[in-house]
């Protein structure tokens, strides 16, 4: 068995990346929680408030030997907006803001030459405000956090909001879920 590895990335309601991440080949464990603040050990309550400086963010622990960190990226940017800053839909403040917090400089390299190649290409149309920090803290969120659209799924904001993004993962990335993937080349 290869050695896994972690990737935490804030795209908007963390609920939404966990659903999407849930359905990828290669992700072990998808931990909702918050990152990127000043607050030691933030509750739900104070992120939302928009004042600790968190993000919402989900922490995938992944296999590289099924799914390359740079595919888990591609996901990522194809499921919610990164032209918007702390903004995901309907979801505003600084807790939505587009974040990838890296584990090390690779990732850095990694998340910050597909982002120079995303907006040389013009795929969004907008720049791109996804901030790339290294990860300090990893705070856990809450029990009635994790698994929430697994355990909610006729809520409206998961038919409204998550839904239509597990849709668009399974239609722009078939090939990266479960049960579909080849392995990746690098």
Known sequence: MSTLNHATL?????????AVYEEVD??????????GGHVQAPSYRQVCSGT???????????????IAYRDLLEIFFTIHNPTTKDQ??????????????????????IAE??????????VFGDPIVTEV??????YEAE?????????????????SVISPKVAKLR????????????????
Do not use: M
């Not at 239609?171 to 080349?185: C, E, I, Y």
């Open 10 to 18: 804030g795209g908007g309601c963390f609920w939404c990346l966990e």
């Open 26 to 35: 290669g992700v072990t464990e998808i931990v909702s929680g918050y990152a």
């Open 52 to 66: 600790t400086g968190h993000a919402e963010v989900v922490q995938l622990t992944y296999d590289p030997s099924v």
């Open 88 to 109: 995901e839909g309907a979801d505003v403040g600084p807790q939505y803001r587009s974040i990838i917090l890296h584990h090390d400089d690779e990732q850095r390299e």
């Open 113 to 122: 030459g597909l982002i120079e190649r995303l907006e040389a290409n013009g």
């Open 133 to 138: 920090e290294p990860l300090d803290t990893f």
């Open 143 to 159: 029990d009635k956090h994790q698994d929430y659209y697994e355990r909610n799924p006729a809520q409206p904001y998961c038919q």
């Open 171 to 186: 239609k722009k990335h078939a090939d990266k879920l479960q049960g579909q993937s080849p392995r990746p080349t690098s």
